[in-house]
């Protein structure tokens, strides 16, 4: 069985995929060597600066103190209003030392990153392909006004300024009454549809109709999500999302038998205990710890997962969530006897749920991505392996020791 995404993969990509199979199992501070260096995701100027050299940078590429320039001046004749100061950030090498999340500062928001997208011209695709690698984040949700506005405009080679008004017409718009009383249930049904229109009033007509179909918040993910959860909980015999967490992270409570004698002796004292380790099951990031800000960022925990509940959790967040989930369930049902097949069907299969779903599949140069493609390997040639730990749910169990506050 062939991972399809690795055709894709470029240079540095697979070298993050080898580095799976590369470590000396007999001492895993190789591993967590790798895990807390920067240098080895990529970063946002990093990326930014192969994108455009890749698009424009023909056989020498663009010297990288000619980039800012090269920004401005595309910026100017494509008419989007960029500030020096946010295009200074975006290229400077103190973000990749930090090894930050990527949409942590105010100008990197997602209305920012269109802007430099249209700046550039970069094609749909283009720009699916930097939101996914670079920005690190969702592209394109075309639930969202703005956004499909985008993803129409790009596809016909507007400008930034037409989609402005594009916006500004759809929201002071009046509606026709011809709303379209039939729910498009997939995101990606709905993007498919926009990409078929070619004309201004085309678009406008179509949004007036299918009104009732946007501004419905992660409407696939969240189904993927509550039946991911569901199903972990019912693997795992737990009923709460913290003791799920508990079990993943490897912070596992005593069961007490409710039927034993002592038990029901002690009740109280076993109420008292319950109490106790519902309170103290909160597992926090170390403040210490090595991981990356943009792992540390939404990664989930109790709250991460009651803001998904509550409707108010970032596609980042969501992702995040999906992906251990994916993780936990896929491995849980394969049990302890691995093959390499079943790592490539968890690539495989985490893909096109993320697909379905609007984001970017999973991405080796993608710090958080990385440590859950890294544990999937560890499925394969366990008759090699010289440490206990040789599970994929045990392996990310050691990991995250190294992580979290218990």
């Given at each position: 069985?062939?991972?399809?995404?690795?055709k894709n993969y470029g240079e540095a990509t697979m070298e993050a995929v080898e580095n799976f199979d590369g470590f000396n199992w007999n001492?895993?501070?190789?591993?967590?060597?790798?895990?807390?260096?920067?240098?080895?995701?990529?970063?946002?100027?990093?990326?930014?600066?192969?994108?455009?050299?890749?698009?424009?940078?023909?056989?020498?590429?663009?010297?990288?103190?000619?980039?800012?320039?090269?920004?401005?001046?595309?910026?100017?004749?494509?008419?989007?209003?960029?500030?020096?100061?946010?295009?200074?950030?975006?290229?400077?090498?103190?973000?990749?030392?930090?090894?930050?999340?990527?949409?942590?500062?105010?100008?990197?928001?997602?209305?920012?990153?269109?802007?430099?997208?249209?700046?550039?011209?970069?094609?749909?695709?283009?720009?699916?392909?930097?939101f996914g690698k670079v920005y690190l984040e969702r592209p394109y949700d075309s639930r969202n006004v703005e956004e499909a506005v985008y993803l129409f405009c790009m596809n016909n080679h507007y400008t930034f300024g037409k989609a402005?008004?594009?916006?500004?017409?759809?929201?002071?718009?009046?509606?026709?009454?011809?709303?379209?009383?039939?729910?498009?249930?997939?995101?990606?049904?709905?993007?498919?549809?926009?990409?078929?229109?070619?004309?201004?009033?085309?678009?406008?007509?179509?949004?007036?109709?299918?009104?009732?179909?946007?501004?419905?918040?992660?409407?696939?993910?969240?189904?993927?999500?509550?039946?991911?959860?569901?199903?972990?909980?019912?693997?795992?015999?737990?009923?709460?999302?913290?003791?799920?967490?508990?079990?993943?992270?490897?912070?596992?409570?005593?069961?007490?038998?409710?039927?034993?004698?002592?038990?029901?002796?002690?009740?109280?004292?076993?109420?008292?205990?319950?109490?106790?380790?519902?309170?103290?099951?909160?597992?926090?990031?170390?403040?210490?710890?090595?991981?990356?800000?943009?792992?540390?960022?939404?990664?989930?925990?109790?709250?991460?997962?009651?803001?998904?509940?509550?409707?108010?959790?970032?596609?980042?967040?969501?992702?995040?969530?999906?992906?251990?989930?994916?993780?936990?369930?896929?491995?849980?049902?394969?049990?302890?006897?691995?093959?390499?097949?079943?790592?490539?069907?968890?690539?495989?299969?985490?893909?096109?749920?993320?697909?379905?779903?609007?984001?970017?599949?999973?991405?080796?140069?993608?710090?958080?991505?990385?440590?859950?493609?890294?544990?999937?390997?560890?499925?394969?040639?366990?008759?090699?392996?010289?440490?206990?730990?040789?599970?994929?749910?045990?392996?990310?169990?050691?990991?995250?020791?190294?992580?979290?506050?218990?």
């Amino acid at each position: 069985m062939e991972y399809e995404a690795e055709k894709n993969y470029g240079e540095a990509t697979m070298e993050a995929v080898e580095n799976f199979d590369g470590f000396n199992w007999n001492n895993l501070n190789e591993r967590d060597d790798y895990i807390k260096l920067a240098k080895n995701y990529i970063s946002f100027p990093e990326g930014l600066k192969q994108f455009i050299n890749k698009k424009y940078g023909e056989i020498c590429g663009i010297p990288e103190s000619e980039l800012h320039a090269f920004i401005e001046e595309h910026s100017r004749q494509r008419g989007v209003d960029l500030h020096k100061q946010t295009i200074g950030n975006w290229l400077s090498s103190d973000e990749k030392k930090k090894g930050s999340p990527q949409g942590c500062s105010d100008s990197r928001t997602r209305k920012n990153m269109y802007k430099l997208c249209f700046a550039l011209d970069f094609t749909v695709k283009e720009t699916e392909e930097f939101f996914g690698k670079v920005y690190l984040e969702r592209p394109y949700d075309s639930r969202n006004v703005e956004e499909a506005v985008y993803l129409f405009c790009m596809n016909n080679h507007y400008t930034f300024g037409k989609a402005e008004e594009l916006i500004r017409l759809i929201d002071a718009g009046n509606p026709s009454g011809k709303e379209n009383a039939s729910t498009i249930t997939k995101t990606q049904v709905l993007r498919s549809e926009i990409l078929k229109l070619k004309n201004e009033s085309d678009f406008l007509a179509y949004m007036d109709v299918n009104r009732n179909n946007f501004g419905i918040k992660n409407h696939t993910a969240g189904r993927y999500y509550i039946k991911l959860l569901e199903d972990a909980k019912k693997m795992t015999r737990v009923t709460s999302n913290t003791k799920l967490l508990d079990k993943i992270y490897g912070r596992e409570k005593e069961v007490i038998q409710e039927d034993s004698k002592a038990a029901k002796e002690d009740s109280k004292a076993a109420k008292e205990d319950s109490k106790a380790a519902k309170e103290d099951s909160k597992a926090t990031i170390k403040k210490n710890s090595f991981f990356l800000d943009i792992v540390k960022m939404n990664f989930p925990q109790k709250k991460q997962l009651s803001d998904i509940k509550l409707g108010k959790a970032s596609y980042d967040t969501i992702r995040k969530a999906l992906i251990l989930l994916k993780f936990y369930s896929f491995f849980m049902h394969v049990g302890e006897d691995h093959s390499e097949d079943d790592r490539e069907q968890f690539y495989q299969e985490t893909d096109d749920m993320l697909s379905e779903c609007g984001y970017w599949p999973l991405y080796p140069r993608n710090p958080y991505d990385w440590i859950f493609m890294y544990c999937a390997a560890c499925s394969h040639d366990l008759q090699n392996r010289y440490l206990e730990i040789s599970q994929p749910l045990e392996e990310l169990k050691d990991i995250m020791t190294n992580m979290l506050d218990f």
